[in-house]
């Protein structure tokens, strides 16, 4: 899941910092009254009904040692999973989120989680393959990269 969901979640931000670089960087300029925080990218996912418990065991198994070797390794700071109640049917059941040091741990970030998947799980293709499995038990409805503004 995560090679494929790590590749669009990047393309889309490196798309998003693109269009946008240079304001959105004065935006998030250390000020007067904040210093940048970590950047976080946050995932919504909505679980097939009847397969909630079978993609938590995927997150607590694979997801869980994908995490756990890309935080070893410096590429991420942490992660977290968050279940939430849905209001509709096309709302997310659980949010992933992935804890990265600042904007510039996202350069080359794609190959470097591809070698942890492949780690994982045996090889890249095999990760994909795992992740296109994935669809019949959850939807991914989007990601969203944010930063925190540190309040001094």
């Not at 993609?55 to 279940?83: D, F, N, P, R």
């Not at 510039?104 to 492949?118: E, M, P, Q, R, T």
Request: some cysteine; proline content about 3%; overall charge negative.
């Amino acid at each position: 899941m995560q090679c494929a969901l790590r590749r669009m979640s990047i393309a889309l931000i490196m798309s998003a910092v693109g269009l946008a670089a240079i304001p959105a960087r004065e935006a998030l300029a250390n000020g007067t009254d904040y210093n940048d925080g970590p950047v976080v990218n946050v995932s919504a996912i909505r679980t097939v009904d009847g397969h909630f418990d079978d993609y938590m065991h995927w997150l607590s198994t694979t997801w869980k040692k994908q995490e756990e070797t890309a935080k070893k390794a410096g590429l991420v700071l942490g992660y977290h999973v968050y279940t939430a109640e849905p209001r509709g049917p096309s709302d997310p059941d659980i949010y992933l989120v992935v804890e990265y040091k600042n904007w510039a741990a996202l350069d080359g970030l794609g190959s470097k989680l591809d070698a942890v998947s492949a780690q994982i799980e045996g090889s890249v293709e095999k990760a994909d393959q795992s992740e296109a499995a994935r669809v019949k038990i959850r939807t991914i409805l989007g990601s969203e990269t944010i930063q925190e503004a540190v309040l001094k």
